[in-house]
């Protein structure tokens, strides 16, 4: 029953709207770049937890796209994620009247919306210059547990590093 729970929450989430905006520098051949490592400070905007969780999911999706974690890499990586409220849209109407006089609201239903702005940089261990950027906007829900939210990261880091292609970066020269 617990697998169902975490499978329907996954489905939910993959059919969300947000989409995936990349930028790179052009001039980069990206093939040259094998391996990584994380900027000691990263994860602006997330607290310890859930820097832990971004971490996790970005080495299992680095590591499945045959990047190597090492000291000295050919790049870094930086995350942030920026997070503003999200107007509730979501009411239920009430209404009193008689006679041509009439007093009318909403209530808000549902929980509260917030927008979250998720970015994931490459950047230059030579030059420290970003290579290559991605920027997933999404809607979360506030309050949020631990494992929806392990699953959230997870499902943005997988589509935002889906939009990665070496291959038709370095193409684009």
Request: a neutral charge.
């Amino acid at each position: 029953m617990k697998n169902l729970k975490y499978l329907f929450l996954f489905l939910l989430m993959g059919c969300s709207s947000s989409k995936v905006m990349t930028d790179f520098d052009n001039t980069i051949n990206f093939s040259d770049f094998k391996t990584y490592s994380f900027y000691e400070d990263v994860g602006q905007g997330l607290n310890e937890l859930d820097v832990n969780r971004v971490t996790s999911a970005l080495k299992l999706e680095m590591k499945q796209r045959t990047f190597q974690e090492v000291e000295n890499p050919d790049f870094f990586i930086n995350f942030t994620s920026k997070i503003s409220e999200n107007p509730n849209k979501n009411l239920i109407g009430i209404g009193l009247g008689n006679d041509g006089f009439g007093l009318s609201g909403g209530i808000p239903i549902g929980g509260k919306k917030l927008n979250e702005e998720f970015v994931i940089e490459f950047v230059n261990a030579k030059t420290d210059q970003v290579i290559w950027e991605g920027i997933l906007n999404s809607t979360i829900k506030e309050k949020r547990t631990p494992e929806q939210k392990k699953l959230h990261f997870n499902e943005i880091i997988k589509k935002i590093l889906d939009t990665y292609s070496p291959k038709n970066n370095s193409s684009k020269n």
